[in-house]
């Protein structure tokens, strides 16, 4: 790649990482549409990161912060996306830990009492499956779940 179109394709990125936090992953998969090789990505990267464009530990923040507040999302389905974005593991972990357990439990409670007004099944067996199946659905694990079903029960 010559020198003058490794800095417009750098430039882009920049732009793009300017408007809003990206991974490595978000920046490689962009590249790859453009068939560019894996050295000149690579490059790309590594000029991001060292101009401090790409941050994976304040991405992996500022991604958590979000989907928990915004889209309500639980613990482990926001561990499992960072995942498959290639996001290490002891990342992924400290930043989970700036959740605050009361206000997940009280979103995850807001969800399931206003899913509960959408079933329309009257068996209660099915009723408590199927939310428990949305709580699960939404990344929380099976204990908290049960946990709020068992206070929107009192």
């Not at 700036?98 to 995850?108: A, C, K, Y």
């Amino acid at each position: 790649m010559k020198r003058e179109e490794f800095n417009k394709y750098l430039g882009r990125m920049q732009a793009l990482c300017s408007r809003s936090e990206k991974c490595r992953a978000d920046i490689q998969k962009k590249l790859q549409q453009k068939d560019i090789t894996y050295k000149d990505i690579n490059n790309i990267l590594q000029a991001l990161e060292k101009e401090g464009f790409i941050d994976e530990v304040r991405y992996t923040k500022a991604y958590v912060h979000d989907k928990s507040r915004m889209q309500g999302w639980g613990p482990r389905k926001i561990s499992g996306m960072l995942k498959m974005k290639g996001i290490r593991q002891e990342i992924i972990e400290s930043a989970l830990i700036q959740l605050d357990e009361e206000l997940l439990m009280t979103r995850l409670k807001d969800a399931i009492n206003k899913k509960d007004k959408t079933i329309k099944e009257t068996d209660p067996v099915k009723r408590r499956a199927r939310l428990v199946r949305f709580g699960i659905s939404k990344g929380y694990n099976f204990w908290q779940v049960l946990r709020v079903l068992e206070i929107l029960k009192r």
